[in-house]
């Protein structure tokens, strides 16, 4: 068996607009999360800045479990644009998930927030991006959003 191992890519923090929602569907409730331009990346593989024109597409199921499908782009600090969607699930105890929607700050080792990033990078220092494999865990706070990336690797 080959176990993987993890690789700290960077930090990310961004503040977000307040949710616009889009209301009941027949697979769930959904709203868009803008996201605000000019946050930071902070890490030892990549560092810049979330350029605007951001948002997080959000679908929270049936069975309380929200999907979020994010789209963004960063802005390293050598001016290399890297695209990316982050795609994963965010759930908890529904009383949790309650203090979450309502703008609480809630610690986050009591709920599971965790996404897949898949990047689109330039040809050039950044193209590994585009052969790996990345694990991210986040925070939601009530206007703002930490995640931390890691490369299996």
């Known amino acids: 068996m080959i176990r993987p191992e993890l690789e700290f890519v960077y ?11 889009i209301g009941a569907t027949h697979d769930g409730s959904r709203r868009i999360i803008p996201i605000v331009a000019g946050g930071t990346v902070r890490g030892p593989k990549i560092s810049g800045r979330l350029l605007g024109d951001a948002a997080d597409w959000q679908l929270t199921r049936h069975d309380g479990v929200t ?10 600090d050598d001016g290399a644009v890297i695209q990316l969607r982050n795609r994963g699930l965010r759930h908890g105890p529904p009383e949790t998930m309650a203090r979450l929607a309502a703008g609480e700050e809630v610690d986050p080792a009591e709920y599971y ?4 990033p898949e990047f689109i990078a330039p040809d050039g220092p950044y ?4 052969r790996s ?7 939601r706070y009530p206007l703002s959003i930490k995640l931390w990336v890691w490369r299996v690797l």
Do not use: H, K, M, S
Request: include cysteine; proline fraction near 6%.
């Open 11 to 21: 930090e990310a923090t961004a503040q977000l607009e307040p949710p616009r929602q």
């Open 113 to 116: 927030f965790r996404t897949v």
């Open 67 to 76: 999907v979020v499908d994010a789209t963004y782009a960063i802005e390293a």
């Open 133 to 139: 494999i990345f694990l991210c865990a986040g925070a």
């Open 127 to 130: 193209d590994w991006l585009n």
